[in-house]
């Protein structure tokens, strides 16, 4: 019946109206799983709106159904999807295809691979154009060329391959094939979240720019809240398959409906402000941090502490690593540039910066996983550039690792404790029940509790911010003075990174460990460390405090890092 | 001591390859057409380990009219020997199930080995390994195995498997060597690395393990591929042709012109058996395909 | 049930003859020269021998040579037939046959039936046009004359040119024999009627066709005219494929068990005897050649193509019959006794030998299984082995081996299947190279015998030193007789008759000796004797 | 370039190590030549000591010690000369070979190619409707032929289509009387006689095409690449060949290059079957009848054809992948 009606009746029929959409994944052999659960709402023409919802709400899947490449396990159960008022459900291939130009875009998640790597940018253009025959077959190469300048990109792109071009500019030729169609409705899934910072930046603002030159109706999907608020006019926020709120912008800015919507924003803050309240987390600010410091001597640990501190330095003095060109032919990659500093015993440092800029072959350097191509690296007496097999492993014992991606960093096919025993049996003199309840502690400490239950359990059947404290719990089994953490809670959701931090942060007050904090996160900088270094192409360009660092910049390089960062708060200002 | 622990780690571990095991049978037998395969292979395996009760005469109990066709008390003939056709193919079904099992085994776990070692070491050992096992994968195998055989003359089945094994493990070599190229840098193998996890420990507790549904799937094609050349190598007769199996069948139908004798079931049968068994490890290998790359999972595509 | 039927080539006329002679494929190379190993059959039928010497009995036919004489017995003199033409018009002339043999002499690589080894010079008549050869042998060695005529002459005017015999491919041959060289192909040639043959009223058939690739089945069913090869269930398929399709299979050699006699435990005659009495020979026989040959006397003879040598006194005509209580009687006296199902000797180890034979010879292959069976049936563990042909061979020569399978007899002279097989001049120690006497026989009354042999020309004295040589075998065993080896003769009357067969034994149907030639001046166009009729 | 020279370079290495590999492989075996020969002889009859004598000095046997006879060896494989064939005696190998080269290239070298064309092309059609009878027909089906041995196909074809239904030729290159020429009968001919050897390795070697590709295909099919493309409307055939074909195709190259070796080695059992006159049976005979310098001419030939088409697989991959080029 929805099919009769034509589209463009007048300004007040949404362009999109979507009813009681329920998307299911129906694999052979497995339970149906609902990832969109009975969604609806509608879009009129010009809008921007914003999708967020943390990983796995069902934020893709709906993207996917509403333009119509939901695939196989996907299945679309229930409900209707109006667009013009037809259904699109109803389309037959043909009739979709021709509906794919000025009619519904997506520019997907993972923009970095959406381009066919054996075809140069120039074709993908001709291919579009030839299959819809909207562009005249002479001029295919000047509007190719007019559509890359519109993403801010150089003409020369088009001669180029994928695989020759940087995340970023790829991202931005996806978008270019998407503005191509000119469609009348462009999805935009994660447009930049395998994008670096920066870049992030840039992207974000190439779309807001294009949106209100070309007036498409656009509806942008992310998992940052910052920044779909910072962007959209409009939010929609899903949790677990279930659109929880809907509303403008401001308003789900200054009075949220949804719990959820409110835990989401409660993340949210400034880290140049004076002080921080992250729920979960002591407050910072000036009095907050003296107290800290005060904290931290006065421990009841502190005695643990003090017999650490003689010999626990790591120290790197004038540190740099060149690494071999990637193809012949071309300069040497200089990873780290002359850098020196010292992580003292209980001490926490910040190292930031933007991809690529070293941050990770320091951790390497550090934990003695790379040698320095000059300068020094030393973990108090012993130069790590000269250990043997046997003294890496005293080294390790001392010096440990939280990994970034704790879905990664646990095998899936070992329990929590033969991933906790290995380390004690091989670090500690613990045998048999001593070891288990050495394990068993550990579970406790990073609050796994009961621990009995989470010892047995698979990495598959924890969640993210269970997983990551398994991780952290491993990395503490051989009681380390050092802790280095590659970006620890960049992969997991914004509700699950205070947790973590918190833990982190009680770890270094409780045991003395030090920690160098790996980030490009400066807001979680600010609450888990004492100083802050900012790192650009390998060079150390700042460093100092970290409040300091942070509320008064002094390099242009990190003003640009403060500027990218996402903030909902800044919305508000500039509204 | 320790043993109070340490047995039910081990006790836990054990259960958890069991849990591997089970969860890659479970996929397998969800895939229709893999499921096919397991039937088909049982009812061979069956028929292998059951031959002294299902075969109505011995394997080379002769003295029956030669070259007869089919009749009653030979169903499918008798051979230029005057032997039962049918007890032939029933206790020929152990030699190729045996030869294929025992030379895919071995030369999985020679790939294995080798493309574990091969794919964790860096530097100049690897490069060598690399070189070998690319030397392997291009000398034409059934060749080298001609050769081969001639050369270790008439060990029999013994002698068939090593040949195999020489010619057909580089393949899996390959495979597992990119694998293990993939896992060796996967987060959770540093990770046992700073846990101080010994090298040996880390190849077979980390890395071996998540490779379990790619070695099936490389046991598989070896074996299809075993049970291949050994019908072919037999059928050369460069095997012991007094031994019953498949492929001698074939050699003594061809040495005593079955087709003239009009006796074309009894080239027909064994082929058809040869090609039966390999085809349902080749169905395995649909399911077993489905557990490492989910996309090959069973499903409609478009 | 699928029956295949012969289809004849349309085409292929009435005086032509398919024959499944040439296995050359893929490389059917244009080589002639008749002394070499892969020379094409064709050179059989374009080059003739002195005499020809019927390997089914012995007989004997003059053939370029009118008259052998042998007036002592180490001189031959040769008399050759008058008007015989080379093919390209020349006569032959007693000067070929010197050069022939001189030939020979200077190119050892072709002397593949060594007669150089007997001879010691060769001289031709002294007037013009002398048509007699005289060979003086080393010694006196009288079945040496007929190893020396049966070497193919060459034209002399034609091979004096050659510069290495021994490589030479001899592309166009000229011959005396009864055919010439038609067209060539790599896949296929012709032979055509000899114009100028010496008794070409006697050839009928005009055309031979000789195609490099023939098959059981390519022989059953294109319409080939006469083949040598096995065959298996042969009357139902060579027989059922066409009317005229016969076949004729004599005994064309012993196939036998071959003991190491240097070695324990077949030093032991009693070992031997309790072997050669366990075997049930017809079993063998008729799972070797699927039922097609019959079990070998023990007399070192081939029955019945040499009946006319048997010695009557030996029962049963030699054949030795399965008696499994006379067998554990003869391995009693060699120390052996029955425990729990085992043969074991003093000391209560097994009777365990293996037996040896070449991979890929089926038939052998057969029958060795058959041995392994009944001997483990009396409690002895055989194993075979079967290695390539050239290692067996190896083995063979160096005595490396408990027993094997072999084969002997079948020239058609009881001296020379028997003096190969017992004369302890061919002994070699273990590990040393023999030219054969693998089984390394050494009997000094047997060496006399043969010694005897060599130098008698009185026919009568012959035929009992062969009865004694005939004792030797059946009383001292140095082989084990099984089943005769066949002579797969395959022949069609569709088109020509009066072909070699039981009842006409003048020669057998192998196509690549120069018995081929007695059966060429014999065939006769089918229609004419339907004709007679 | 650099990517060319870089295969060209271990092209070369690896040919040394089969040429080696290659010597020592027959000499491994026990018996001489002449010692085949006496055997073949002696089968029905024995063989006298003169004729032994005579035939090893026909055949001669290699001397020197092992090392000099690797020399010498050496020098004749880079002077393409291999001496004088035992069995075919006087012969000499490289005319042998050079003899039944080309029918193997042009059998083995058309059908596999041609196998790998259309086992692409269905593999391709099977991905892209997957699920439906087009899938699962080809690859069942596909599986199932794979799974024939090829001589047991041979033996089947010979018998119902030349013996019993008379359609082709049982065995040969070309008709006995046929005259080598570049004529239209003359070709009619060779491709009639290939027929039967042709369509075994087609029927056994096409399955496995199909499979691979298929499999290839799925995998680029759920790629991004692909979801963008039909995002972005382009037409069902040009995302299945441009889009999805087009980069499954890769990895199936270096499968196609290995395989060569595959089919080669096949094609020893089907030319036996059907005595055709090319590298494999001649192969077979050599290595029935020890002879040495036949066979390491034969195995060196197959080995440095395979090597050569890998080399030459690798510089088409490094063409159609721009990511090799750079
Ligand atoms: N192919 C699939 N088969 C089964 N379940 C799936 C499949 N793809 C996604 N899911 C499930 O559907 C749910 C929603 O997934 P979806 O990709 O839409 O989430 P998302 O909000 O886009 O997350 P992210 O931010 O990680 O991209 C998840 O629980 C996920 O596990
Ligand atoms: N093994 C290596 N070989 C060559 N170059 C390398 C290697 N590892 C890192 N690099 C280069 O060194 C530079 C610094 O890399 P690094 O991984 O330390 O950056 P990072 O700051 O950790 O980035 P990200 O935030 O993306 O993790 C990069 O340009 C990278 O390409
Ligand atoms: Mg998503
Ligand atoms: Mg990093």
């Known amino acids: 019946m929805t099919t009769n009606t034509t589209p463009a009746q007048g300004a007040e029929e949404p362009i999109l109206r979507v009813e009681n959409l329920t998307v299911e994944y129906r694999s052979e052999g497995f339970e149906p799983v609902a990832a969109v659960k009975n969604v609806s709402f509608s879009l009129r023409r010009g809008e921007f709106i914003g999708l967020v919802g943390e990983s796995g709400s069902g934020k893709s899947t709906l993207g996917f159904a509403l333009t119509r490449l939901a695939k196989p396990p996907a299945t679309i159960v229930d409900g209707k999807i109006l667009f013009h008022g037809s259904d699109i459900r109803t389309l037959d291939d043909e009739a979709l295809r021709k509906q794919r130009r000025g009619g519904f875009a997506m520019v997907l998640q993972s923009g970095m691979n959406a381009l066919n790597p054996v075809r140069t940018i120039r074709k993908h253009f001709h291919d579009i154009f030839r299959a819809h025959g909207h562009v005249e077959a002479g001029s295919f190469n000047a509007r190719a060329s007019e559509l890359v300048r519109k993403v801010e990109l150089p003409e020369t792109v088009l001669d180029r391959y994928p695989g020759e071009l940087s995340g970023g500019m790829r991202q931005r030729v996806s978008i270019a094939l998407a503005l191509s169609l000119e469609p009348e409705l462009l999805v935009f899934d994660e447009p930049t979240t395998a994008l670096d910072v920066l870049v992030q930046h840039a992207v974000m603002d190439t779309i807001r720019q294009l949106q209100a030159s070309e007036g498409f109706t656009a509806i942008l999907i992310s998992h940052d809240l910052g920044i779909v608020l910072e962007s959209t006019e409009r939010v929609l926020v899903m949790h677990d398959g279930v659109v929880v709120e809907d509303g403008p912008s401001h308003q789900i800015l200054d009075d949220p409906q949804a719990e959820y919507t409110r835990m989401l924003l409660s993340h949210y803050a400034d880290p140049r402000a004076e002080e921080i309240h992250i729920p979960g987390f002591s407050t910072r600010g000036r009095s907050a941090d003296a107290a800290r410091a005060e904290r931290a001597t006065t421990s009841p640990r502190s005695d643990a502490r003090a017999a650490r501190r003689a010999d626990a330095s790591i120290v790197v003095e004038g540190a740099s690593k060149v690494y071999a060109p990637p193809r012949r032919g071309e300069q040497p990659v200089v990873a780290v540039d002359n850098v020196s500093f010292t992580l003292a015993p209980g001490e926490s440092l910040a190292l930031v910066g933007q991809s690529g800029s070293g941050k990770s072959t320091i951790a390497r350097l550090v934990t003695g996983a790379e040698k320095p191509s000059s300068g020094l690296v030393r973990f108090g007496d012993s130069n790590l550039a000269s250990l043997r097999r046997r003294e890496l492993r005293d080294l390790r014992k001392n010096v440990q690792m939280v990994f970034q991606d704790p879905y990664a960093a646990l095998n899936p096919l070992h329990t929590v404790e033969y991933t906790l025993l290995r380390p004690i049996l091989n670090f500690t003199e613990r045998r048999g029940e001593e070891a288990r309840e050495r394990m068993l502690e550990l579970l406790e400490t990073v609050g796994l509790t009961p621990a009995e239950t989470f010892a047995q359990k698979l990495p598959h059947q924890l969640s993210g911010g269970q997983r990551q404290r398994v991780v952290i719990a491993r990395a503490l089994a051989s009681d380390p003075q050092v802790l280095v953490a590659d970006e620890p809670v960049s992969m997991l959701d914004v509700s699950l990174r205070a947790g973590v931090l918190g833990l982190l942060e009680d770890l270094r007050e409780q045991w003395g460990v030090s920690m160098l904090y790996i980030t490009h996160d400066l807001l979680s900088a600010r609450l888990v460390t004492d100083r802050m270094m900012v790192l650009n192409a390998g060079r150390v360009v700042e460093s100092g405090p970290t409040a300091d660092v942070l509320r008064n910049p002094s390099d242009e390089y990190t003003i640009r890092l403060l500027d990218a960062v996402p903030n909902p708060a800044r919305a508000r200002e500039t509204r | 001591m320790t043993s109070t622990t340490t047995t039910p780690v081990r006790a836990r571990a054990l259960r958890g390859t069991l849990r591997t095991i089970g969860r890659i049978a479970g996929t397998i037998w969800s895939n229709p057409r893999a499921r096919i395969g397991v039937v088909l292979l049982a009812i061979f395996i069956i028929t292998a380990t059951f031959a002294p009760w299902l075969a109505p005469y011995g394997a080379s109990q002769d003295g029956f009219e030669r070259s007869a066709g089919g009749s009653a008390a030979h169903w499918l003939g008798t051979t230029a020997a005057g032997e039962d056709v049918l007890s032939q193919i029933i206790w020929g079904a152990r030699v190729s199930v045996f030869v294929g099992f025992a030379a895919g085994a071995i030369a999985t776990v020679i790939a294995v080995l080798i493309g574990l070692s091969w794919g964790y070491s860096r530097g100049f050992g690897g490069d060598v390994v690399g070189f070998i096992v690319n030397l392997f994968l291009v000398i034409p195998g059934l060749p080298l195995m001609i050769v081969i055989a001639s050369y270790l003359q008439n060990g029999g089945i013994v002698m068939i498997i090593a040949v195999i094994v020489v010619t057909g493990w580089a393949w899996g070599a390959r495979v597992l060597r990119s694998q293990t190229q993939t896992l060796r840098s996967r987060d959770f193998v540093t990770a046992a690395r700073f846990a101080g996890d010994s090298s040996f420990r880390i190849i077979f507790r980390e890395i071996l393990p998540n490779m379990t549904s790619l070695i099936t799937g490389s046991f598989f094609g070896a074996a299809t591929a075993a049970i291949l050349a050994e019908a072919g190598l037999e059928f050369l007769g460069l095997g012991d042709p007094t031994t019953v199996s498949w492929g001698t069948m074939l050699f003594w139908a061809q040495n005593s012109n079955a087709l003239l004798t009009g006796q074309w079931l009894l080239l027909f049968a064994p082929g058809l058996c040869i090609a039966l068994l390999a085809t349902s490890l080749t169905l395995i290998n649909f399911g077993v395909d489905g557990i490492s790359n989910p996309r090959l999972r069973e499903g409609k595509g478009r | ?533 | 370039m650099k990517y060319a020279l870089r295969k060209l370079g271990m092209l070369l290495l690896t040919l040394w190590a089969a040429v080696t590999l290659n010597f020592f492989l027959p000499r491994l075996m026990p018996g001489s030549p002449a010692d085949a020969a006496i055997a073949k002889l002696s089968q029905n009859g024995p063989v006298s000591a003169a004729t032994r004598a005579a035939i090893e000095a026909q055949l001669g046997v290699p001397g020197g010690n092992l090392f000099e006879q690797y020399v010498h060896y050496l020098q004749q494989v880079v002077t393409l000369d291999f001496g004088v064939s035992f069995t075919f005696y006087p012969e000499k190998v490289s005319d042998l070979v050079l003899t039944a080269l080309p029918y193997t290239l042009v059998l083995v070298g058309l059908v596999t190619i041609l196998a790998f064309v259309i086992g692409t092309l269905i593999g391709i059609l099977a991905a892209w409707k997957r699920g439906t009878w087009m899938d699962t027909l080809p690859t069942l089906g596909g599986s199932f032929l794979s799974a024939f041995p090829y001589f047991w196909i041979a033996l089947l074809l010979l018998f119902f289509a030349g013996y019993v239904g008379h359609l082709f030729p049982t065995s040969g290159a070309s008709s006995p009387t046929a005259v080598p020429e570049f004529s239209f009968s003359f070709i009619a001919d060779l491709i009639y006689h290939a027929t039967l050897p042709a369509l075994t390795i087609l029927i056994t070697s096409l399955g496995g095409w199909i499979l691979g590709m298929r499999n290839a295909m799925i995998n680029t099919l759920g790629d991004d690449y692909v979801t963008f493309a039909e995002a972005n409307g382009l037409r069902g055939r040009t995302v299945a060949i441009k889009y999805a074909a087009r980069n499954a195709i890769l990895p199936n190259l270096t499968g196609f290059g290995l395989a060569l070796g595959g089919v080669v080695g096949g094609s020893i059992l089907v030319e036996q079957v059907y005595g055709y006159p090319g590298i494999g049976y001649l192969l077979y005979n050599a290595v029935v009848n020890q002879d040495y310098p036949l066979m390491q001419a034969l195995f060196l030939m197959i080995t440095v054809s395979v090597l050569i088409a890998n080399f030459l697989v690798d510089i088409l991959y490094g063409v159609l992948d721009p990511r090799t080029r750079r």
């Open chain 3, 1 to 533: 049930n699928i029956h295949i039927e012969s289809k004849p080539d349309p085409t292929i006329p009435q005086d032509t003859l398919l024959l499944a002679a040439d296995q050359g494929s893929p490389m059917y190379q244009r080589n002639f020269n008749p002394f070499m190993a892969n020379r094409r059959i064709g050179a059989a039928y374009i080059y003739e021998p002195l005499v020809i010497v019927n390997d089914v009995n012995g007989d004997v036919t003059p053939w370029l040579a009118q008259k052998v004489t042998q007036p002592d017995a180490s001189t031959v003199v040769f008399t050759l037939r008058d008007g015989v033409k080379w093919s390209d018009g020349k006569p032959l002339t007693a000067k070929d046959v010197e050069f022939t043999f001189n030939l020979l002499k200077t190119s050892p690589t072709l002397d593949m039936q060594g007669i150089w080894q007997y001879i010691s010079t060769v001289e031709t008549g002294t007037d013009e046009g002398s048509q007699t050869v005289t060979v003086h042998l080393k010694s006196a060695d009288v079945p040496a004359a007929n190893i020396i005529a049966q070497t193919l002459i060459l034209p002399e005017h034609l091979w004096k040119n050659v510069k290495d015999p021994g490589t030479y491919t001899d592309e166009n041959p000229v011959g005396t024999g009864p055919f010439t060289l038609g067209n060539y192909s790599p896949q296929q040639y012709t032979m055509n009627r000899n114009e100028n043959y010496w008794q070409k009223d006697k050839v009928t058939v005009k055309h031979l066709i000789l195609p490099a690739t023939n098959g059981q089945l390519a022989m059953v069913t294109q319409g080939y005219d006469w083949g040598y090869m096995y065959m298996s269930d042969v009357k139902k398929t060579w027989g059922g494929a066409n009317q005229y399709n016969r076949y004729w299979f004599p005994p064309g050699g012993v196939i036998s068990l071959q003991p190491n006699l240097t070695k324990a435990p077949f030093n032991n005659p009693d070992v031997r005897q309790g072997i050669a009495l366990a075997l049930d020979r017809k079993q063998i026989a008729d799972a070797a050649t699927e039922g097609s040959m019959q079990p070998a006397t023990q007399a070192g003879i081939l029955l019945p193509n040499q009946q006319a040598d048997l010695d009557p006194s030996i029962p049963n005509g030699g054949v030795i019959t399965q008696d499994l209580d006379a067998a554990k009687a003869a391995f009693a006296r060699a120390g052996y006794h029955d425990q729990d199902g085992k043969l074991v000797d003093a000391s209560g180890k097994q009777l365990s030998f293996s037996l040896l034979t070449a991979n890929g010879y089926t038939d052998w292959l057969r029958a060795a299984s058959q041995v392994q069976r009944q001997l483990s049936a009396l409690g002895i563990d055989v194993k075979l082995t079967q290695p390539q042909p050239p290692a067996y061979q190896l083995a063979l020569r160096n005595g490396d081996f408990d027993i094997a399978m072999g084969a002997y007899g079948g020239l058609g002279s009881q001296y020379q299947d028997l003096n190969g097989l017992l004369n302890s001049s061919n002994f070699r120690p273990v590990g040393q190279e023999a030219p054969s006497n693998f089984e390394r026989y050494q009997n000094p009354a047997v060496d006399e015998i043969l010694a005897k042999y060599r130098t008698s020309l009185d026919p009568n004295e012959t035929r009992e030193l062969g009865y004694q040589l005939q004792h030797a075998m059946v009383t001292d065993l140095p082989v084990i007789s099984l089943y005769y080896g066949g002579s797969w003769g395959l022949y069609s009357e569709n088109k020509y008759v009066g072909w070699p067969d039981a009842d006409h034994p003048y020669a057998s149907l192998k196509t690549y000796t120069p018995t081929a030639l007695l059966i060429f001046t014999s065939l006769k166009p089918r229609e004419h004797t339907e004709d007679k009729k």
